[in-house]
Protein backbone atom coordinates (compact mmCIF):
# COMPACT_ATOMS: atom_id res chain seq x y z
CA UNK A 1 0.00 0.00 0.00
CA UNK A 2 2.99 2.37 0.75
CA UNK A 3 4.11 1.85 -2.48
CA UNK A 4 1.18 3.34 -4.35
CA UNK A 5 0.71 6.30 -2.52
CA UNK A 6 4.05 7.89 -1.86
CA UNK A 7 6.00 9.27 -4.46
CA UNK A 8 9.49 11.89 -4.41
CA UNK A 9 7.14 14.80 -5.05
CA UNK A 10 5.30 14.33 -1.77
CA UNK A 11 8.45 14.36 0.36
CA UNK A 12 9.55 17.51 1.97
CA UNK A 13 13.43 16.94 3.21
CA UNK A 14 13.55 20.58 4.65
CA UNK A 15 10.24 21.91 6.01
CA UNK A 16 10.47 26.21 6.69
CA UNK A 17 7.21 25.61 9.56
CA UNK A 18 8.18 26.38 13.29
CA UNK A 19 4.76 25.72 14.39
CA UNK A 20 2.37 22.71 14.41
CA UNK A 21 -0.26 24.68 12.59
CA UNK A 22 2.77 25.55 9.90
CA UNK A 23 3.29 22.44 9.96
CA UNK A 24 -0.32 21.13 9.14
CA UNK A 25 -0.77 23.76 6.36
CA UNK A 26 2.52 23.07 4.57
CA UNK A 27 2.14 19.64 4.33
CA UNK A 28 -1.64 19.88 3.19
CA UNK A 29 0.31 22.26 0.51
CA UNK A 30 2.11 19.23 -0.74
CA UNK A 31 -0.52 17.03 -0.87
CA UNK A 32 -2.76 20.31 -2.89
CA UNK A 33 0.38 20.31 -5.59
CA UNK A 34 -0.26 16.60 -6.15
CA UNK A 35 -3.61 16.89 -7.05
CA UNK A 36 -4.66 14.88 -4.30
CA UNK A 37 -6.91 17.08 -2.23
CA UNK A 38 -10.53 18.66 -4.23
CA UNK A 39 -10.87 20.97 -1.17
CA UNK A 40 -8.14 21.89 0.48
CA UNK A 41 -9.30 23.77 3.94
CA UNK A 42 -12.19 20.81 3.97
CA UNK A 43 -9.31 18.43 4.33
CA UNK A 44 -7.18 20.65 6.59
CA UNK A 45 -10.75 21.04 9.00
CA UNK A 46 -10.58 17.32 8.97
CA UNK A 47 -7.13 16.98 9.95
CA UNK A 48 -7.64 18.94 13.15
CA UNK A 49 -10.90 17.08 13.95
CA UNK A 50 -9.08 14.06 13.93
CA UNK A 51 -5.95 15.64 16.29
CA UNK A 52 -8.95 16.61 18.80
CA UNK A 53 -9.64 12.89 19.49
CA UNK A 54 -5.50 12.64 20.48
CA UNK A 55 -2.80 13.98 19.95
CA UNK A 56 -0.67 12.42 16.49
CA UNK A 57 2.50 12.87 18.15
CA UNK A 58 4.78 10.05 19.36
CA UNK A 59 8.21 9.18 20.73
CA UNK A 60 10.97 9.64 19.32
CA UNK A 61 10.10 13.04 17.26
CA UNK A 62 7.32 11.59 14.80
CA UNK A 63 4.05 12.91 13.90
CA UNK A 64 1.55 11.10 12.38
CA UNK A 65 -1.48 13.18 11.39
CA UNK A 66 -3.72 12.09 9.14
CA UNK A 67 -7.86 12.46 8.20
CA UNK A 68 -10.34 10.76 6.49
CA UNK A 69 -12.01 13.50 4.61
CA UNK A 70 -14.27 13.98 1.64
CA UNK A 71 -11.96 16.16 -0.13
CA UNK A 72 -9.50 13.35 -0.50
CA UNK A 73 -9.90 12.52 -4.42
CA UNK A 74 -6.68 10.77 -4.33
CA UNK A 75 -5.35 8.60 -1.03
CA UNK A 76 -1.55 10.23 -0.54
CA UNK A 77 1.03 9.54 2.04
CA UNK A 78 3.12 13.34 1.98
CA UNK A 79 6.53 12.87 4.08
CA UNK A 80 8.63 16.08 6.04
CA UNK A 81 11.30 16.46 7.87
CA UNK A 82 11.58 19.29 10.30
CA UNK A 83 15.32 19.84 11.12
CA UNK A 84 15.00 22.04 14.04
CA UNK A 85 11.82 20.52 15.12
CA UNK A 86 8.75 21.75 16.60
CA UNK A 87 6.63 21.64 19.56
CA UNK A 88 3.83 19.00 18.69
CA UNK A 89 2.85 18.08 21.94
CA UNK A 90 4.27 14.86 21.68
CA UNK A 91 3.79 12.25 24.65
CA UNK A 92 7.52 12.24 25.57
CA UNK A 93 7.76 15.60 25.57
CA UNK A 94 10.13 16.04 22.84
CA UNK A 95 9.84 18.04 20.05
CA UNK A 96 8.78 16.36 16.38
CA UNK A 97 11.22 16.21 13.33
CA UNK A 98 9.38 13.40 10.97
CA UNK A 99 5.71 14.02 9.84
CA UNK A 100 3.63 11.78 7.58
CA UNK A 101 0.50 13.28 6.82
CA UNK A 102 -2.04 10.53 5.59
CA UNK A 103 -5.05 11.42 3.47
CA UNK A 104 -7.51 8.90 3.01
CA UNK A 105 -10.96 9.60 0.97
CA UNK A 106 -14.25 9.46 2.81
CA UNK A 107 -16.35 6.04 1.90
CA UNK A 108 -13.38 4.48 0.18
CA UNK A 109 -11.09 1.99 1.96
CA UNK A 110 -9.56 2.52 5.29
CA UNK A 111 -6.10 3.77 3.62
CA UNK A 112 -4.97 5.13 6.48
CA UNK A 113 -5.20 2.24 8.84
CA UNK A 114 -3.60 -0.01 6.04
CA UNK A 115 -0.64 2.71 5.78
CA UNK A 116 0.04 3.26 9.43
CA UNK A 117 0.23 -0.95 9.82
CA UNK A 118 3.06 -0.61 7.32
CA UNK A 119 4.58 2.39 8.47
CA UNK A 120 4.66 0.82 12.29
CA UNK A 121 7.03 -1.61 10.71
CA UNK A 122 8.79 1.20 9.40
CA UNK A 123 9.15 2.82 12.49
CA UNK A 124 10.37 0.36 15.22
CA UNK A 125 13.16 -1.24 12.58
CA UNK A 126 16.50 -0.09 14.61
CA UNK A 127 18.08 2.94 12.53
CA UNK A 128 15.54 3.75 10.33
CA UNK A 129 14.93 7.05 11.82
CA UNK A 130 18.09 8.00 12.27
CA UNK A 131 19.03 7.25 8.04
CA UNK A 132 15.76 8.07 7.37
CA UNK A 133 16.58 11.74 8.62
CA UNK A 134 20.31 11.63 6.72
CA UNK A 135 18.77 11.08 3.79
CA UNK A 136 19.71 13.85 0.75
CA UNK A 137 17.51 13.37 -1.82
CA UNK A 138 13.36 12.54 -2.01
CA UNK A 139 14.47 9.92 -4.16
CA UNK A 140 17.22 8.86 -1.12
CA UNK A 141 14.13 8.79 1.59
CA UNK A 142 11.45 6.90 -0.78
CA UNK A 143 14.50 4.21 -1.25
CA UNK A 144 14.61 3.69 2.45
CA UNK A 145 11.11 3.76 3.16
CA UNK A 146 10.49 1.34 0.57
CA UNK A 147 13.29 -0.92 1.03
CA UNK A 148 12.36 -4.43 2.07
CA UNK A 149 14.73 -5.71 4.88
CA UNK A 150 15.19 -9.77 5.17
CA UNK A 151 14.23 -10.61 8.80
CA UNK A 152 17.02 -13.27 10.32
CA UNK A 153 16.67 -13.94 13.80
CA UNK A 154 19.46 -15.51 15.40
CA UNK A 155 16.93 -16.59 17.86
CA UNK A 156 14.88 -20.09 17.44
CA UNK A 157 10.96 -19.45 18.29
CA UNK A 158 11.45 -22.28 20.36
CA UNK A 159 10.43 -21.00 23.91
CA UNK A 160 6.77 -20.92 23.47
CA UNK A 161 3.50 -19.13 21.99
CA UNK A 162 2.53 -16.14 23.11
CA UNK A 163 -0.70 -13.83 22.26
CA UNK A 164 -0.66 -10.07 22.40
CA UNK A 165 -3.78 -7.79 21.74
CA UNK A 166 -3.51 -4.15 21.10
CA UNK A 167 -6.01 -1.13 21.10
CA UNK A 168 -5.63 2.55 21.50
CA UNK A 169 -9.17 4.23 21.68
CA UNK A 170 -9.00 6.00 18.51
CA UNK A 171 -7.78 2.51 17.05
CA UNK A 172 -5.21 3.91 14.86
CA UNK A 173 -1.49 4.06 15.27
CA UNK A 174 -1.07 3.07 18.48
CA UNK A 175 -2.85 -0.15 17.95
CA UNK A 176 0.03 -1.12 15.28
CA UNK A 177 3.11 0.83 16.53
CA UNK A 178 2.22 -1.52 20.22
CA UNK A 179 1.71 -4.83 18.06
CA UNK A 180 5.01 -4.25 16.13
CA UNK A 181 6.73 -3.81 18.97
CA UNK A 182 5.55 -6.73 20.70
CA UNK A 183 6.06 -9.15 17.01
CA UNK A 184 9.33 -7.80 17.28
CA UNK A 185 10.30 -8.73 21.11
CA UNK A 186 8.85 -11.68 21.37
CA UNK A 187 11.11 -12.81 18.19
CA UNK A 188 14.18 -11.66 19.75
CA UNK A 189 13.44 -13.40 22.57
CA UNK A 190 12.79 -16.41 21.22
CA UNK A 191 8.50 -16.73 21.37
CA UNK A 192 6.46 -17.02 18.46
CA UNK A 193 3.83 -14.43 18.95
CA UNK A 194 0.16 -13.78 17.74
CA UNK A 195 -1.04 -10.01 18.24
CA UNK A 196 -4.90 -9.43 18.17
CA UNK A 197 -5.26 -5.44 16.95
CA UNK A 198 -8.29 -3.65 18.11
CA UNK A 199 -8.56 -0.94 16.00
CA UNK A 200 -10.55 1.29 13.97
CA UNK A 201 -11.40 -1.24 10.92
CA UNK A 202 -12.29 -4.10 13.48
CA UNK A 203 -10.57 -6.79 15.16
CA UNK A 204 -7.92 -8.30 13.06
CA UNK A 205 -5.94 -11.75 13.73
CA UNK A 206 -8.11 -12.92 16.37
CA UNK A 207 -6.89 -15.59 18.38
CA UNK A 208 -8.54 -19.19 18.06
CA UNK A 209 -9.47 -21.05 21.75
CA UNK A 210 -7.01 -23.90 20.45
CA UNK A 211 -4.33 -20.76 20.08
CA UNK A 212 -5.11 -19.50 23.58
CA UNK A 213 -4.94 -22.72 25.27
CA UNK A 214 -1.64 -23.19 24.14
CA UNK A 215 -0.16 -20.32 24.93
CA UNK A 216 2.17 -19.63 28.03
CA UNK A 217 1.71 -16.18 28.24
CA UNK A 218 -0.85 -13.38 27.45
CA UNK A 219 -0.14 -9.32 26.67
CA UNK A 220 -2.93 -7.37 26.37
CA UNK A 221 -2.15 -3.89 25.82
CA UNK A 222 -4.98 -2.09 25.18
CA UNK A 223 -6.74 1.42 26.67
CA UNK A 224 -9.82 -0.04 25.16
CA UNK A 225 -12.75 -2.41 26.37
CA UNK A 226 -11.65 -6.11 25.04
CA UNK A 227 -12.96 -9.69 25.97
CA UNK A 228 -10.73 -10.34 28.75
CA UNK A 229 -12.92 -13.41 29.88
CA UNK A 230 -11.49 -15.99 26.83
CA UNK A 231 -8.06 -15.91 28.45
CA UNK A 232 -9.29 -17.02 32.24
CA UNK A 233 -6.33 -19.40 33.88
CA UNK A 234 -3.49 -17.99 31.77
CA UNK A 235 -0.39 -15.99 32.79
CA UNK A 236 -1.34 -12.53 31.47
CA UNK A 237 -0.48 -8.86 32.55
CA UNK A 238 -2.52 -5.69 31.29
CA UNK A 239 -0.70 -2.56 30.16
CA UNK A 240 -1.62 0.91 28.16
CA UNK A 241 -1.00 0.21 24.33
CA UNK A 242 1.52 2.34 24.71
CA UNK A 243 4.26 -0.04 26.99
CA UNK A 244 5.48 -2.48 24.07
CA UNK A 245 6.12 0.84 21.67
CA UNK A 246 9.05 1.47 24.15
CA UNK A 247 9.95 -1.69 26.40
CA UNK A 248 8.48 -4.88 24.89
CA UNK A 249 10.54 -7.37 26.27
CA UNK A 250 10.15 -5.62 29.50
CA UNK A 251 6.02 -6.40 29.28
CA UNK A 252 6.84 -9.29 27.85
CA UNK A 253 9.00 -10.59 30.51
CA UNK A 254 6.81 -9.26 32.74
CA UNK A 255 3.58 -11.51 31.45
CA UNK A 256 5.49 -14.96 31.82
CA UNK A 257 6.29 -14.13 35.41
CA UNK A 258 2.78 -13.09 36.05
CA UNK A 259 0.15 -15.05 38.02
CA UNK A 260 -2.89 -16.64 36.35
CA UNK A 261 -5.48 -14.66 35.25
CA UNK A 262 -8.87 -15.22 36.75
CA UNK A 263 -12.16 -13.30 35.12
CA UNK A 264 -14.12 -13.25 37.93
CA UNK A 265 -11.60 -12.06 40.19
CA UNK A 266 -10.51 -9.00 37.90
CA UNK A 267 -14.35 -8.18 37.09
CA UNK A 268 -14.62 -6.41 40.03
CA UNK A 269 -11.20 -4.47 39.76
CA UNK A 270 -11.26 -0.90 38.12
CA UNK A 271 -8.75 -0.90 35.88
CA UNK A 272 -7.00 2.55 34.94
CA UNK A 273 -5.41 3.66 31.60
CA UNK A 274 -4.53 5.71 29.35
CA UNK A 275 -8.12 6.05 27.58
CA UNK A 276 -9.81 6.96 31.04
CA UNK A 277 -7.83 10.35 31.70
CA UNK A 278 -8.63 9.07 35.21
CA UNK A 279 -12.50 8.99 34.51
CA UNK A 280 -14.59 5.68 35.67
CA UNK A 281 -15.10 2.51 34.05
CA UNK A 282 -18.65 3.31 34.42
CA UNK A 283 -18.16 6.72 31.98
CA UNK A 284 -16.25 4.57 29.38
CA UNK A 285 -19.51 2.26 29.75
CA UNK A 286 -22.32 4.83 28.92
CA UNK A 287 -19.72 6.75 26.14
CA UNK A 288 -19.67 2.82 24.51
CA UNK A 289 -23.58 3.24 24.30
CA UNK A 290 -23.28 6.68 23.46
CA UNK A 291 -21.05 6.22 20.34
CA UNK A 292 -22.90 3.85 18.95
CA UNK A 293 -26.56 5.47 19.48
CA UNK A 294 -25.32 8.95 17.87
CA UNK A 295 -25.60 8.19 14.72
CA UNK A 296 -29.57 6.40 15.02
CA UNK A 297 -30.12 10.19 16.49
CA UNK A 298 -28.28 12.24 14.10
CA UNK A 299 -30.23 9.93 11.34
CA UNK A 300 -33.80 9.44 12.64
CA UNK A 301 -34.13 13.30 14.02
CA UNK A 302 -32.90 15.14 10.72
CA UNK A 303 -34.58 12.89 8.60
CA UNK A 304 -37.98 13.66 11.08
CA UNK A 305 -36.96 17.67 11.05
CA UNK A 306 -36.85 17.83 7.57
CA UNK A 307 -40.10 15.81 6.60
CA UNK A 308 -41.86 18.30 9.06
CA UNK A 309 -40.10 21.42 8.39
CA UNK A 310 -40.86 20.88 4.36
CA UNK A 311 -43.83 18.82 4.43
CA UNK A 312 -45.56 19.52 7.88
CA UNK A 313 -48.72 21.19 8.46
CA UNK A 314 -49.79 22.29 11.68
CA UNK A 315 -53.52 21.00 12.92
CA UNK A 316 -54.99 20.57 16.04
CA UNK A 317 -53.72 17.35 16.83
CA UNK A 318 -50.53 18.24 15.70
CA UNK A 319 -48.00 18.94 13.23
CA UNK A 320 -49.53 16.20 10.18
CA UNK A 321 -47.87 15.57 7.02
CA UNK A 322 -50.29 14.73 3.96
CA UNK A 323 -50.65 10.70 4.27
CA UNK A 324 -49.04 9.22 0.85
CA UNK A 325 -46.37 12.05 0.69
CA UNK A 326 -43.11 11.36 -0.13
CA UNK A 327 -42.42 13.16 3.15
CA UNK A 328 -44.83 10.80 5.23
CA UNK A 329 -41.83 8.07 3.73
CA UNK A 330 -39.10 10.69 5.17
CA UNK A 331 -40.89 10.53 8.48
CA UNK A 332 -41.33 6.63 8.81
CA UNK A 333 -37.83 5.88 7.73
CA UNK A 334 -36.81 8.80 10.66
CA UNK A 335 -39.28 7.24 13.08
CA UNK A 336 -37.81 3.98 12.76
CA UNK A 337 -34.21 5.80 13.66
CA UNK A 338 -35.51 6.94 16.53
CA UNK A 339 -37.29 3.54 17.82
CA UNK A 340 -34.17 2.14 17.29
CA UNK A 341 -31.83 4.36 19.12
CA UNK A 342 -32.96 3.63 22.76
CA UNK A 343 -32.05 -0.44 22.56
CA UNK A 344 -28.70 0.47 20.75
CA UNK A 345 -27.87 2.75 24.11
CA UNK A 346 -28.78 -0.37 26.51
CA UNK A 347 -27.16 -2.96 23.58
CA UNK A 348 -23.80 -1.58 23.97
CA UNK A 349 -23.93 -0.40 27.49
CA UNK A 350 -24.36 -4.23 27.96
CA UNK A 351 -22.20 -4.92 25.26
CA UNK A 352 -19.19 -2.89 26.90
CA UNK A 353 -19.46 -4.79 30.36
CA UNK A 354 -20.43 -8.23 28.96
CA UNK A 355 -18.72 -8.58 25.85
CA UNK A 356 -20.08 -10.38 22.88
CA UNK A 357 -22.96 -12.31 25.28
CA UNK A 358 -24.67 -9.43 26.38
CA UNK A 359 -25.31 -7.93 23.29
CA UNK A 360 -28.76 -9.41 22.49
CA UNK A 361 -30.31 -8.95 25.86
CA UNK A 362 -29.35 -5.46 25.72
CA UNK A 363 -30.90 -4.49 22.73
CA UNK A 364 -33.79 -6.38 24.46
CA UNK A 365 -33.71 -5.00 27.77
CA UNK A 366 -33.32 -1.48 25.78
CA UNK A 367 -36.78 -2.04 23.48
CA UNK A 368 -38.55 -3.37 26.34
CA UNK A 369 -37.84 -0.38 28.43
CA UNK A 370 -38.67 1.81 25.91
CA UNK A 371 -41.90 0.39 25.14
CA UNK A 372 -44.37 0.67 28.28
CA UNK A 373 -47.17 -1.31 26.74
CA UNK A 374 -45.01 -4.14 28.21
CA UNK A 375 -45.78 -3.35 31.59
CA UNK A 376 -49.11 -1.58 31.08
CA UNK A 377 -47.61 2.24 31.01
CA UNK A 378 -48.61 5.01 28.61
CA UNK A 379 -44.71 5.43 27.82
CA UNK A 380 -41.83 3.53 28.39
CA UNK A 381 -38.70 4.84 30.28
CA UNK A 382 -37.19 6.34 27.61
CA UNK A 383 -32.79 6.33 28.19
CA UNK A 384 -33.20 6.42 31.56
CA UNK A 385 -34.32 2.83 31.38
CA UNK A 386 -31.63 1.93 28.40
CA UNK A 387 -29.07 3.17 30.90
CA UNK A 388 -30.55 0.95 33.65
CA UNK A 389 -31.20 -1.41 31.43
CA UNK A 390 -27.63 -2.05 29.97
CA UNK A 391 -26.07 -1.59 32.85
CA UNK A 392 -27.93 -4.08 34.73
CA UNK A 393 -27.75 -6.96 31.57
CA UNK A 394 -23.85 -6.35 31.22
CA UNK A 395 -23.53 -7.06 34.75
CA UNK A 396 -25.39 -9.76 35.07
CA UNK A 397 -23.87 -11.27 31.82
CA UNK A 398 -20.61 -10.91 32.95
CA UNK A 399 -21.42 -12.72 36.18
CA UNK A 400 -22.49 -15.42 34.06
CA UNK A 401 -19.69 -15.88 31.49
CA UNK A 402 -17.48 -15.82 33.61
CA UNK A 403 -18.40 -18.98 36.19
CA UNK A 404 -16.25 -21.94 35.66
CA UNK A 405 -17.87 -24.40 33.89
CA UNK A 406 -17.88 -27.85 32.26
CA UNK A 407 -15.45 -28.00 29.45
CA UNK A 408 -18.68 -29.28 27.47
CA UNK A 409 -20.69 -26.57 28.34
CA UNK A 410 -18.23 -23.78 28.16
CA UNK A 411 -18.32 -22.97 24.33
CA UNK A 412 -22.41 -22.66 24.43
CA UNK A 413 -22.09 -20.45 27.61
CA UNK A 414 -20.84 -16.94 25.46
CA UNK A 415 -23.64 -17.88 22.72
CA UNK A 416 -26.72 -19.49 24.24
CA UNK A 417 -26.75 -19.86 28.08
CA UNK A 418 -25.53 -16.21 29.22
CA UNK A 419 -27.76 -14.33 26.27
CA UNK A 420 -31.04 -16.32 27.24
CA UNK A 421 -30.42 -15.79 30.69
CA UNK A 422 -29.63 -12.26 30.29
CA UNK A 423 -33.06 -12.10 28.20
CA UNK A 424 -35.58 -13.54 30.53
CA UNK A 425 -33.56 -11.51 33.44
CA UNK A 426 -34.15 -7.92 32.12
CA UNK A 427 -37.47 -8.94 30.37
CA UNK A 428 -38.56 -10.20 34.12
CA UNK A 429 -37.43 -7.52 36.06
CA UNK A 430 -39.14 -4.22 33.79
CA UNK A 431 -42.52 -6.12 32.85
CA UNK A 432 -42.92 -7.56 36.69
CA UNK A 433 -40.58 -5.72 38.81
CA UNK A 434 -39.72 -1.96 37.43
CA UNK A 435 -42.67 -1.60 35.13
CA UNK A 436 -45.82 -1.25 37.42
CA UNK A 437 -44.14 1.44 39.47
CA UNK A 438 -43.36 3.21 36.51
CA UNK A 439 -47.28 2.78 35.48
CA UNK A 440 -48.23 3.96 38.98
CA UNK A 441 -45.70 6.98 38.31
CA UNK A 442 -47.30 8.33 35.39
CA UNK A 443 -50.41 7.89 36.73
CA UNK A 444 -49.90 9.82 39.99
CA UNK A 445 -47.63 12.53 37.73
CA UNK A 446 -50.96 13.22 35.52
CA UNK A 447 -53.30 13.67 38.70
CA UNK A 448 -50.70 16.17 40.31
CA UNK A 449 -50.93 18.23 36.77
CA UNK A 450 -54.43 17.89 36.80
CA UNK A 451 -54.68 19.28 40.27
CA UNK A 452 -52.53 22.15 40.01
CA UNK A 453 -53.94 22.96 36.77
CA UNK A 454 -56.22 25.74 37.98
CA UNK A 455 -53.41 26.75 40.23
CA UNK A 456 -50.51 29.56 40.76
CA UNK A 457 -49.47 29.79 36.69
CA UNK A 458 -45.39 29.90 37.88
CA UNK A 459 -45.66 26.83 40.30
CA UNK A 460 -47.34 24.99 37.15
CA UNK A 461 -44.56 26.12 34.98
CA UNK A 462 -41.72 25.24 37.00
CA UNK A 463 -42.88 21.12 36.97
CA UNK A 464 -44.66 21.20 33.63
CA UNK A 465 -40.97 22.71 32.53
CA UNK A 466 -38.98 20.80 34.48
CA UNK A 467 -40.97 17.20 33.62
CA UNK A 468 -40.23 18.62 29.81
CA UNK A 469 -36.55 18.57 30.44
CA UNK A 470 -35.70 15.84 32.41
CA UNK A 471 -35.81 12.94 30.21
CA UNK A 472 -36.71 13.84 27.09
CA UNK A 473 -39.06 11.31 25.65
CA UNK A 474 -39.51 9.33 28.85
CA UNK A 475 -42.38 9.08 31.45
CA UNK A 476 -42.28 12.52 33.23
CA UNK A 477 -41.63 14.19 29.76
CA UNK A 478 -44.54 12.11 28.07
CA UNK A 479 -46.96 12.83 31.30
CA UNK A 480 -46.34 16.41 31.00
CA UNK A 481 -47.11 16.68 26.95
CA UNK A 482 -49.84 14.33 27.40
CA UNK A 483 -51.91 16.21 30.27
CA UNK A 484 -51.22 19.37 28.08
CA UNK A 485 -52.52 17.70 24.46
CA UNK A 486 -55.17 16.87 26.85
CA UNK A 487 -56.20 20.40 28.06
CA UNK A 488 -56.01 21.58 24.38
CA UNK A 489 -59.93 19.51 23.98
CA UNK A 490 -61.14 21.71 27.01
CA UNK A 491 -60.65 24.95 25.23
CA UNK A 492 -57.28 25.64 28.14
CA UNK A 493 -54.64 26.30 25.03
CA UNK A 494 -52.28 28.05 27.54
CA UNK A 495 -50.49 24.40 28.79
CA UNK A 496 -49.13 23.49 25.04
CA UNK A 497 -48.24 27.36 24.63
CA UNK A 498 -45.84 26.38 27.36
CA UNK A 499 -44.97 22.98 27.13
CA UNK A 500 -44.01 23.94 23.25
CA UNK A 501 -41.35 26.21 24.19
CA UNK A 502 -40.11 23.88 26.94
CA UNK A 503 -39.98 21.03 24.24
CA UNK A 504 -37.16 22.44 21.90
CA UNK A 505 -34.98 24.12 25.01
CA UNK A 506 -32.94 20.91 25.75
CA UNK A 507 -32.11 20.45 22.25
CA UNK A 508 -31.29 24.10 21.46
CA UNK A 509 -29.29 24.71 24.94
CA UNK A 510 -27.26 21.73 24.26
CA UNK A 511 -26.67 23.13 20.56
CA UNK A 512 -25.89 25.95 22.08
CA UNK A 513 -23.21 24.72 24.94
CA UNK A 514 -20.97 22.74 22.30
CA UNK A 515 -20.49 26.44 20.58
CA UNK A 516 -19.77 28.12 23.85
CA UNK A 517 -18.04 25.38 25.02
CA UNK A 518 -15.43 24.51 21.89
CA UNK A 519 -12.91 26.06 23.32
CA UNK A 520 -12.90 24.85 26.64
CA UNK A 521 -12.38 21.35 26.37
CA UNK A 522 -15.25 20.34 28.07
CA UNK A 523 -17.12 18.39 24.95
CA UNK A 524 -15.90 15.39 23.22
CA UNK A 525 -15.65 15.12 19.82
CA UNK A 526 -18.30 13.61 19.00
CA UNK A 527 -20.57 15.94 21.10
CA UNK A 528 -19.57 18.74 19.03
CA UNK A 529 -21.02 17.02 15.94
CA UNK A 530 -24.00 15.87 17.59
CA UNK A 531 -24.64 19.17 18.62
CA UNK A 532 -25.08 20.43 15.03
CA UNK A 533 -27.97 18.04 14.77
CA UNK A 534 -29.40 18.78 18.37
CA UNK A 535 -30.05 22.69 17.28
CA UNK A 536 -31.89 21.34 14.13
CA UNK A 537 -33.68 18.60 16.14
CA UNK A 538 -35.06 21.15 18.41
CA UNK A 539 -35.98 23.82 15.47
CA UNK A 540 -38.36 21.63 14.63
CA UNK A 541 -39.45 20.58 18.43
CA UNK A 542 -37.43 17.18 18.62
CA UNK A 543 -36.35 17.10 22.57
CA UNK A 544 -34.61 13.59 22.02
CA UNK A 545 -32.07 15.42 20.44
CA UNK A 546 -30.48 16.07 23.64
CA UNK A 547 -30.21 12.37 24.73
CA UNK A 548 -26.67 11.55 23.80
CA UNK A 549 -25.63 14.81 25.71
CA UNK A 550 -27.96 13.41 29.03
CA UNK A 551 -26.77 9.63 28.70
CA UNK A 552 -22.74 10.62 28.31
CA UNK A 553 -23.02 13.28 31.62
CA UNK A 554 -26.48 13.49 33.45
CA UNK A 555 -25.13 15.34 36.20
CA UNK A 556 -24.20 18.13 34.07
CA UNK A 557 -27.06 18.03 31.45
CA UNK A 558 -30.12 16.66 33.01
CA UNK A 559 -30.26 19.98 35.35
CA UNK A 560 -28.93 22.41 33.06
CA UNK A 561 -32.17 20.77 30.63
CA UNK A 562 -34.29 21.09 33.29
CA UNK A 563 -33.53 24.71 34.69
CA UNK A 564 -33.79 26.27 31.01
CA UNK A 565 -37.18 23.95 30.67
CA UNK A 566 -38.55 25.77 33.78
CA UNK A 567 -37.59 29.40 32.99
CA UNK A 568 -38.77 28.76 29.42
CA UNK A 569 -42.16 27.16 30.91
CA UNK A 570 -42.72 29.73 33.62
CA UNK A 571 -41.73 32.84 30.62
CA UNK A 572 -44.76 31.41 28.60
CA UNK A 573 -47.39 31.25 31.32
CA UNK A 574 -46.38 34.60 32.54
CA UNK A 575 -46.92 35.63 29.08
CA UNK A 576 -50.01 34.24 28.38
CA UNK A 577 -49.02 32.59 25.25
CA UNK A 578 -51.40 29.42 23.93
CA UNK A 579 -50.28 26.79 21.31
CA UNK A 580 -53.25 25.02 19.39
CA UNK A 581 -51.40 21.90 17.82
CA UNK A 582 -49.90 19.12 19.92
CA UNK A 583 -46.32 20.19 18.92
CA UNK A 584 -43.58 22.23 20.14
CA UNK A 585 -40.72 24.18 18.91
CA UNK A 586 -39.66 27.09 16.80
CA UNK A 587 -41.46 25.75 13.66
CA UNK A 588 -45.08 25.55 15.74
CA UNK A 589 -44.77 29.43 15.92
CA UNK A 590 -43.23 30.21 12.97
CA UNK A 591 -46.14 28.34 11.17
CA UNK A 592 -48.66 30.39 13.15
CA UNK A 593 -50.64 27.83 15.52
CA UNK A 594 -48.76 29.86 18.66
CA UNK A 595 -50.78 33.22 19.39
CA UNK A 596 -47.40 35.31 20.35
CA UNK A 597 -44.77 33.72 18.29
CA UNK A 598 -42.73 36.68 19.13
CA UNK A 599 -43.10 36.03 22.51
CA UNK A 600 -42.72 32.38 22.35
CA UNK A 601 -39.34 32.10 20.37
CA UNK A 602 -37.95 34.68 22.49
CA UNK A 603 -39.16 32.66 25.47
CA UNK A 604 -37.50 29.28 23.71
CA UNK A 605 -33.99 31.28 23.25
CA UNK A 606 -34.09 32.77 26.76
CA UNK A 607 -34.42 28.92 27.95
CA UNK A 608 -31.58 27.47 25.34
CA UNK A 609 -29.84 30.28 26.69
CA UNK A 610 -30.36 29.49 30.54
CA UNK A 611 -29.49 25.34 29.81
CA UNK A 612 -26.34 26.35 27.65
CA UNK A 613 -24.54 28.48 30.55
CA UNK A 614 -25.64 26.30 33.32
CA UNK A 615 -25.04 23.21 31.87
CA UNK A 616 -20.92 24.80 30.73
CA UNK A 617 -20.69 25.88 33.76
CA UNK A 618 -21.35 22.58 35.73
CA UNK A 619 -19.00 21.26 33.16
CA UNK A 620 -16.12 23.18 34.15
CA UNK A 621 -16.52 22.90 37.76
CA UNK A 622 -16.72 18.93 37.46
CA UNK A 623 -13.91 19.10 35.16
CA UNK A 624 -11.55 21.47 37.66
CA UNK A 625 -12.50 18.95 40.55
CA UNK A 626 -11.27 15.83 38.57
CA UNK A 627 -8.05 17.73 37.75
CA UNK A 628 -7.78 18.95 41.55
CA UNK A 629 -8.65 14.93 42.73
CA UNK A 630 -5.62 13.47 40.30
CA UNK A 631 -3.32 15.97 41.00
CA UNK A 632 -4.14 15.12 44.59
Avoid at 601 to 609: D, E, F, K, R, S
Amino acid sequence: MITQLINENLIRLNLTATSKDEVFNEMVDVLESQGKLNNREQFLKDVYAREEIGNTGFEDGIAIPHAKSAAVCEPAVAIGISRGGIEYGAEDGEASKLFFMIASPDGGADHHIEVLAELSSKLIEDGFIEAFMQAKTPAEALALLLEKKEVTNSVAADKGFLIGVTGCPAGIAHTYLAAEGLEKAAAEMGYEIKVETNGSIGVKNAPTAEEIERAVAIVVSCDKQVDMARFNGKKLIQTSVKAPISNGKGVIQQALDAAPYHADADSSKQEKSAATSGRSNLYRYLMNGVSHMIPFVVTGGLMIALSLAIGGEPTPSGMQIPAGSLWQHVLDVGVVAFQLMIPILAGYIAFAIGDRAALAPGFIGGWIANTGSFYGADAGTGFIGAIIAGLLVGYFVRFIATRNYHKMIAPLVPIMIAPILGTVFVASLFIFVIGAPIADLMQWLSAVLTEMSTGNVVLLGIVLGGMAGFDMGGPFNKVAFLFSVGMIASGQTQFMGAMAVAIPIAPLGMALATVIGRKLDIFEASEIEAGKAAGAMGLVGISEGAIPFAAQDPLSVIPANVIGSMVGAVMAFSFGITNSVAHGGPVVALLGAMNKPVMALICMATGAIVTAVVCVTLKKMRKARAANAVAA
